[in-house]
DNA sequence: TGCTTTATCAAGCGTCAACTTGAGTAAGCA
DNA sequence: TGCTTACTCAAGTTGACGCTTGATAAAGCA
């Protein structure tokens, strides 16, 4: 489990990510389970736009749901998180790389060593 | 500078990340600068959907351009990878801290010292 | 058994995103 | 001066997104 995933499924993250309300809905989780009703409150939003928010963070693997009485309770998977940290920190690592790199030569360069 | 952006910003960084063709972008630009045609040649798209995509992630502030010759030399401005990656960490430490006190709480019980 | 609560399904509406084509601009070259 | 290269602008198409309304399902309660 290294937290790599196909480009669909990063696809699928980084888009359910970038809404407000389904961002807001992960913080939220992060600190504990949360039913419908209880987003729908704090947005003052329709269940049915929360269901559906809720829908788009289940497809990205962010979230799941369990079933407790009449309530579907929503709870954070931050294996998905993980993914998405890493993909970042990927393209953060060569580019710092390079410019080490770059450091290192223009150091070099100081020296009086260039060509 | 925290990395700590708008919601706004964080929609259009988001967003910016959600499509593959992007991510892909970026992680070139990673490596370095790269012209708009390189890219096209690069993803066999129009130069002009090349830079509709590059018009993005310019929004998003992830990438910036220069002027050399004719061409528009693209680069990685790293700082938005890093608002990302510490918006994702946020809610991974919040989680995480969770984790421990319902850890510790269920250790504790099984000390029989719960009530 | 009906009534309420919680949540989902389905259809529709307005907006925006991704890409296309065609035209236009600006810089370098012959 | 024309011609090519590299790129952008503008308009149009197609499809997806975010939300709404209305109907439906499933569980608990009187």
Redesign the pocket.
């Known amino acids: 489990m290294n937290g790599t995933l196909e480009a669909e499924q990063l696809d699928a993250l980084f ?1 359910a990510l ?2 407000r ?2 961002r807001d809905i992960v913080a939220r989780l992060s600190a504990g389970e949360a ?4 987003l ?1 409150e704090r947005y003052d ?12 963070l289940e497809r990205s693997g962010l979230v799941s ?1 369990g079933r407790h ?5 929503c709870r954070l998977e931050p294996g998905r998180l993980e993914a998405a940290a890493s993909w970042i920190e990927q393209s953060r690592r060569v580019w710092a790389e390079r410019m080490d790199q770059l450091e290192a030569r223009l150091a070099h360069l100081q020296d009086g060593e260039g060509r």
């Open positions: 888009m970038g809404d309300t389904r039913t419908v009703k209880e729908a939003m329709s269940m049915q736009a929360v269901s559906q928010h809720i829908q788009v749901r009485r009449q309530t579907r309770p």
